[in-house]
C-alpha cells in the first residue's frame, strides 16, 4: 500500500500539471483554510531535492497563487462586513469596537497580515477583517506580496530540508518534512494565543489603572 501510494505521488510530482495544481491549492488555502496548501508546498519540495521539481517554481507557484488566495478573501470581507459593518455601527457599543479593529489594523495592518499568513484559519480570518473595514488595497497587496512568498519559501524550505536529508528515501524525507511541518505550525499557534493573552492582560490592566485626576475641576495648587 506504501509502494502504491508513493507511486502516485510521484505520479503527481511527474505531471506536467503539477504547478497549476499548486497554484490552485495556495489560493484555495487563502480563503478555505481546509485546503492543503502547506502540505501541498512541502510534498513537491521534497521531490525537489532529487531534482524531480525545480524548487524555485515550488516557491513561484505557492506565492502566486497564495496571493490570489488572499485577494479573494480581502473582496469577500469588503463586500460582506462591509454591509454588516454598517449594521454594528448603528449601536453605541458596536460602533466603538468596529472602530477600535478598524484603527488596529490601519496602524498595524502590514504586521499583522505578515504575521498571520503563518497561522491556518488565522490568515483568512485577517484578510477578510481588513477587507471588511476597508484598508486601502494598494497596500493590502505590498503587503500581502511579501507575506505570501515568505508563507511559499518557508514551507517550500522545510520539505526542501526533509528532501537534503533523506536523500534517495523521499518517503521519510517526506514524513520528516511534514512531521517538521506540523511542530513548526503548532509553535506558531502557541506563540499566537500567549501573545494574545500578554495583549489581553494588558488591556485589562489599563482598564483597572487608579485615575489619578477628577473632573470636578482644575487640579489643587
Known amino acids: 500500500m506504501i509502494d502504491a501510494a508513493m507511486g502516485l505521488v510521484h505520479q503527481a510530482v511527474d505531471s506536467p500539471w503539477l504547478y497549476l495544481v499548486l497554484f490552485g491549492l495556495a489560493a484555495l488555502d487563502g480563503f478555505l483554510p481546509v485546503v492543503p496548501g502547506e502540505a501541498a508546498l512541502v510534498t513537491a519540495a521534497v521531490f525537489a531535492a532529487s531534482g524531480d521539481v525545480a524548487l524555485v517554481a515550488v516557491v513561484l507557484a505557492g506565492a502566486v497563487g497564495a496571493f490570489a488566495g488572499d485577494h479573494v478573501s480581502y473582496l469577500i470581507g469588503r463586500c460582506s462586513l462591509g454591509r454588516f459593518g454598517e449594521r454594528v455601527r448603528a449601536g453605541a457599543r458596536g460602533r466603538a469596537a468596529y472602530d477600535r479593529a478598524g484603527a488596529a489594523i490601519a496602524e498595524r495592518g502590514g504586521q499583522i497580515l505578515l504575521a498571520s499568513r503563518a497561522v491556518p484559519g488565522v490568515r483568512t480570518a485577517t484578510t477578510i477583517a481588513m477587507g471588511g473595514v476597508r484598508y486601502p488595497v494598494r497596500r493590502f497587496s505590498a503587503f500581502d506580496a511579501v507575506a505570501a512568498t515568505c508563507w511559499a519559501a518557508g514551507w517550500s524550505l522545510v520539505g526542501h530540508i526533509g ?15 511534514l512531521c517538521l511541518a506540523v511542530a513548526l505550525t503548532g509553535v506558531g499557534e502557541l506563540a499566537r494565543r500567549l501573545w494574545r493573552r500578554r495583549r489581553d492582560a494588558g488591556e485589562t490592566d489599563g482598564i483597572q489603572a487608579p485615575r489619578t485626576g477628577t473632573s470636578d475641576g482644575p487640579p489643587p495648587r
Do not use: D, N, R, Y
Not at 528532501?163 to 518534512?177: D, I, N, Q, R, Y
Open 163 to 177: 528532501g537534503v536529508t533523506f536523500g534517495s528515501e523521499p518517503l521519510k524525507g517526506l514524513v520528516f518534512a
